[in-house]
């Protein structure tokens, strides 16, 4: 591949102001998350965390993944909350960690899908409420649930505050679409055509540009094929 459109490639791999941006947001979320809840515990038991590890997995696709549905506002607080619950209940009646552990992460999955909040981080969630026993024994369910409430709660609002003001809506809002061209137009377009219009969006999808140009390709060739089946009538 030429160099400019590697370039190209990357600066639409790391949309706005690159991964620079993704960065500072990082930074910014995981900063108001640690402080929210290092007050938190002042005002409760200090023994209890005030960071909980899985947020900087959430604020990765938060900042970096913008668009992603599973980087939208009831994901990231559902999935990690309810991955928590699940790794919590399992571990209070598995005592055995390794088969928890499993166990925990896989029924995780599923409520989260259920719930229609997967989050990848909602699986370290669930692991974590296993392998946190312990701690969990000695203060109660909300020695987890507390922290990871208050870490995600700061974790959102900068993630709505600075997506925003960064050019990329958050929650995510899809494009107006175009109005459908028309009657009886069965066209094509070109590989410049998807190029333009990831750079206009300026947003990183979830899928790469060789799929979405597979996909739209084998949907051009279903709409051609409708086409010239009714005009065979």
């Given at each position: 591949?030429?160099?400019?459109?590697?370039?190209?490639?990357?600066?639409?791999?790391?949309?706005?102001?690159?991964?620079?941006?993704?960065?500072?947001?990082?930074?910014?979320?995981?900063?108001?998350?640690?402080?929210?809840?290092?007050?938190?515990?002042?005002?409760?038991?200090?023994?209890?965390?005030?960071?909980?590890?899985?947020?900087?997995?959430?604020?990765?696709?938060?900042?970096?993944?913008?668009?992603?549905?599973?980087?939208?506002?009831?994901?990231?607080?559902?999935?990690?909350?309810?991955?928590?619950?699940?790794?919590?209940?399992?571990?209070?009646?598995?005592?055995?960690?390794?088969?928890?552990?499993?166990l925990a992460?896989?029924?995780?999955?599923?409520?989260?899908?259920?719930?229609?909040?997967?989050?990848?981080?909602?699986?370290?969630c669930a692991?974590?409420?296993?392998?946190?026993?312990?701690?969990?024994?000695?203060?109660?369910?909300?020695?987890?649930?507390?922290?990871?409430?208050?870490?995600?709660?700061a974790l959102?609002?900068?993630?709505?505050?600075?997506?925003?003001?960064?050019?990329?809506?958050?929650?995510?809002?899809?494009?107006?679409?175009?109005?459908?061209?028309?009657?009886?137009?069965?066209?094509?377009?070109?590989?410049?055509?998807?190029?333009?219009?990831?750079?206009?969006?300026?947003?990183?999808?979830?899928?790469?540009?060789?799929?979405?140009?597979?996909?739209?390709?084998?949907?051009?060739?279903?709409?051609?094929?409708?086409?010239?089946?009714?005009?065979?009538?």
């Open positions: 591949m030429p160099y400019r459109l590697m370039a190209k490639a990357a600066a639409r791999a790391t949309g706005r102001l690159g991964w620079a941006r993704a960065a500072g947001g990082a930074l910014l979320g995981v900063a108001f998350a640690a402080v929210a809840g290092w007050l938190g515990s002042t005002l409760g038991d200090a023994a209890l965390p005030w960071l909980v590890a899985p947020v900087g997995a959430s604020a990765v696709l938060v900042f970096a993944l913008p668009a992603s549905p599973l980087a939208q506002p009831w994901p990231v607080f559902g999935g990690n909350i309810i991955s928590t619950l699940v790794g919590l209940a399992i571990a209070h009646f598995m005592p055995t960690a390794v088969l928890a552990g499993a992460v896989g029924v995780a999955i599923a409520a989260m899908s259920l719930a229609r909040c997967l989050h990848p981080p909602g699986g370290a692991l974590l409420a296993v392998l946190s026993a312990p701690l969990v024994a000695a203060h109660g369910w909300t020695a987890l649930l507390l922290p990871l409430g208050i870490n995600l709660g959102l609002a900068a993630g709505w505050l600075y997506n925003n003001l960064t050019g990329h809506s958050w929650p995510h809002h899809i494009p107006r679409v175009p109005p459908t061209p028309p009657e009886g137009w069965v066209g094509s377009y070109e590989a410049a055509d998807l190029d333009s219009v990831l750079e206009d969006w300026d947003e990183v999808l979830d899928v790469s540009r060789e799929d979405l140009d597979a996909l739209f390709r084998a949907v051009e060739r279903r709409v051609q094929r409708r086409w010239s089946q009714r005009n065979a009538k």
